[in-house]
């Protein structure tokens, strides 16, 4: 656990985004008197360092998806931590994914502006969040600063709806209405209102319900519950429910979902395979396709591969915002742990990478967001090794 370069001289002090803004723009779950999230500066990256978060991003998906075929060719669901019950909707839209479009996720990264390479800490097929702080606040923070908002590598929100274009284009026969859920947290909420504008712009009709207001229908399909007792068939259905959620902890309605996505009643998005590249066993798997990649840091099934060797972290495969982690050092001994509600799932152990550093000692983590291509980029910050729920969201600007 060495120390890396600093980053302090990268860092410069701006002038909040009003609250005022925050309202304009629905945002004001993001000034609660207690948050202490959004940080009043931004972090300098040069164009080069952009190319390559671009560069790693897009080599990354291409590799999740030679291992995602790999997983089925070889039939490793239960290396992948894939339940039995999820392995028939994820092989039909792996093989029909020109039908079924991955939407979008987020590669979180170490490297780059430390003057390191970029290596994979995990990807966030499924339900990737934090799209308001990064499509839109940190945007508004170089306009509320007099600074050219051109100036950021964030065309997230631009690739999704090109996506949900494409999407409609595919499937020219079906309603141009999507139903979008979530389990009710407002955060959730507001990320999923990230996807409704984009696909509102890109010409689609949204419609929101909870999950547990969203009526499923085991040989018609997906309905939407209007006012009073009507309900609307819906043809596109965004969740943003984590898949092994469902699969795990509602197995009765991941037999429905399956039905309907093989009889063709519904599109899903994030699509079933989207759970394959969820799993952090993939991180493994990944390794022993390309042990040594520079993008990548061994992954094993066994902490007797790094003990008194090198330092390294225990992470649950199917864990959520930094729960159910620890980090260890080269000697076994644990340097930060985190509990959570994920311990029921088994782990990987991935080699420990310092992250980019402060003299603050705040680490530094990317999320590059992936959208049909490379798409975005914003960082948290954390004082300390596991970054997670208390860590601070803070944007950045292309010098």
């Not at 840091?297 to 066994?302: D, I, R």
């Not at 509990?339 to 080699?351: I, M």
Request: charged share 25%; with cysteine.
């Amino acid at each position: 656990m060495n120390c890396p370069l600093m980053l302090d001289d990268r860092l410069i002090d701006i002038k909040s985004v009003s609250s005022k803004t925050y309202k304009k723009l629905g945002l004001k779950y993001y000034i609660a008197p207690d948050m202490e999230y959004i940080v009043d500066e931004l972090l300098e990256v040069q164009p080069n360092e952009v190319q390559s978060y671009r560069n790693a991003a897009n080599e990354l998906y291409e590799m999740f998806e030679k291992a995602a075929q790999h997983v089925i060719d070889n039939n490793l669901w239960e290396v992948a931590g894939i339940p039995e019950n999820a392995i028939e909707v994820i092989m039909h839209s792996w093989r029909n994914r020109d039908l079924h479009p991955h939407l979008y996720g987020r590669f979180d990264l170490s490297g780059v502006i430390d003057g390191k390479g970029a290596k994979l800490i995990e990807f966030n097929a499924d339900t990737a969040t934090v799209l308001p702080e990064s499509v839109v606040i940190q945007r508004e923070q170089l306009l509320a600063n007099k600074m050219d908002a051109s100036k950021q590598f964030n065309d997230t929100f631009k690739n999704v709806r090109e996506q949900f274009k494409k999407l409609m284009a595919l499937h020219p026969d079906r309603e141009p209405t999507i139903l979008i859920s979530t389990l009710g947290h407002e955060e959730d909420y507001l990320n999923a209102d990230m996807i409704a504008q984009a696909a509102e712009r890109a010409g689609m009709e949204t419609l929101f319900a909870e999950l547990p207001d969203v009526e499923f229908d085991p040989k018609d399909g997906i309905f939407a519950r209007m006012k009073g007792d009507e309900y609307l068939l819906v043809d596109f259905w965004f969740k943003l429910v984590p898949w092994e959620f469902i699969a795990f902890e509602e197995p009765e309605l991941m037999n429905i979902l399956t039905n309907l996505v093989l009889n063709d009643k519904i599109i899903i998005l994030n699509p079933a395979y989207t759970m394959l590249f969820q799993s952090k066993a993939m991180l493994k798997i990944l390794w022993d396709l390309n042990p040594g990649h520079p993008l990548l840091l061994k992954t094993t099934f066994s902490s007797d591969d790094f003990r008194r060797k090198e330092a390294y972290v225990s992470k649950v495969i199917y864990g959520r915002e930094g729960s159910n982690i620890t980090v260890f050092d080269q000697y076994g001994d644990t340097k930060e742990w985190k509990e959570g509600a994920y311990s029921k799932y088994p782990s990987v152990f991935q080699a420990y990478e310092q992250l980019p550093m402060d003299e603050d000692g705040d680490f530094y983590q990317a999320g590059v967001y992936f959208s049909g291509q490379a798409s975005g980029l914003s960082y948290r910050r954390r004082d300390g090794y596991i970054i997670d729920e208390d860590s601070e969201f803070i944007g950045h600007f292309i010098k």
